[in-house]
């Protein structure tokens, strides 16, 4: 089976310009997750969706991110404008709540703006 | 708030040897699961290990096993006979039962395996 699959696997940018990240969780879990890798700030949360619908976003910095899950199989997160500090390693992960509990990473995007 | 800390950033095991990793956490709920996830260079998050709070034995996987002391609130990873391919940072990572999905991670300990 097909792991979780993200999309572009780097992006390279300019400060202002919107950046778009793509992820297609493990075909029939039910909860997705974006996390971000910073050298200053390790691995953090910054959003969770569970049956298409946003439950934690506690972790999103600001206004500048926004996260879409349109349907089970598709999750969007996107930045706008993008600055030089948004810079970092992005994963989704996936993981079938209440029944496997694991979540399963995807390879990561890695995004720097210059 | 639960937090991970991992206070060893750095260390070094030869081949073949055996090497623990420390990992203590910070939580008030008695019902959660404990992760260790394993990046290496290709910066790829695999999981290696978990274990469930409630469960008293220790889980193992192979190769990997884990000292899970609740009382302690510490949970290390032991490698047994180290390979070359062990070499990666090394998370350890805290997720509730009932409450949030999310996970909370340490830093991280960076594994150099020497031949």
């Known amino acids: 089976d097909a792991g979780v699959i993200q999309s572009p696997r780097h992006e390279v940018t300019e400060m202002g310009q919107e950046v778009t990240l793509r992820c297609k969780p493990i075909?029939?879990?039910?909860?997705l997750f974006w996390y971000r890798q910073t050298m200053m700030r390790g691995l953090e949360l910054l959003i969770y969706?569970?049956?298409?619908?946003?439950?934690?976003d506690s972790g999103m910095p600001e206004d500048r991110f926004s996260a879409k899950m349109p349907n089970a199989s598709f999750s969007t997160l996107k930045i706008q404008p993008s600055e030089p500090r948004d810079s970092a390693v992005y994963f989704c992960?996936?993981?079938?709540?209440?029944?496997?509990?694991?979540?399963?990473f995807g390879p990561g995007t890695r995004l720097t703006v210059l | 708030a639960q937090t991970v800390t991992q206070s060893q950033p750095e260390m070094s095991v030869q081949e073949a040897e055996t090497v623990t990793l420390s990992c203590t956490y910070d939580?008030?709920?008695?019902?959660?699961?404990l992760f260790w996830y394993k990046q290496p260079p290709s910066r790829q998050m695999i999981l290696v290990i978990r274990?469930?709070?409630?469960?008293?034995q220790n889980a193992t996987e192979n190769r990997f096993s884990v000292n899970f002391q609740k009382a302690a609130k510490s949970f290390s990873l032991k490698i047994s006979d180290s390979q070359l391919g062990d070499a990666a940072m090394y998370f350890c990572?805290?997720?509730?039962?009932?409450?949030?999905?999310?996970?909370?991670f340490g830093k991280g300990t960076k594994l150099t395996v020497n031949p």
């Open positions: 990572a805290y997720r509730s039962v009932g409450g949030s999905e999310k996970l909370v």
């Open positions: 075909s029939g879990h039910n909860s």
């Open positions: 992960a996936s993981t079938l709540a209440g029944v496997v509990d694991t979540q399963y």
């Open positions: 939580t008030s709920e008695s019902d959660y699961y």
């Open positions: 969706f569970n049956n298409n619908v946003p439950i934690d």
């Open positions: 274990q469930e709070a409630y469960k008293q």
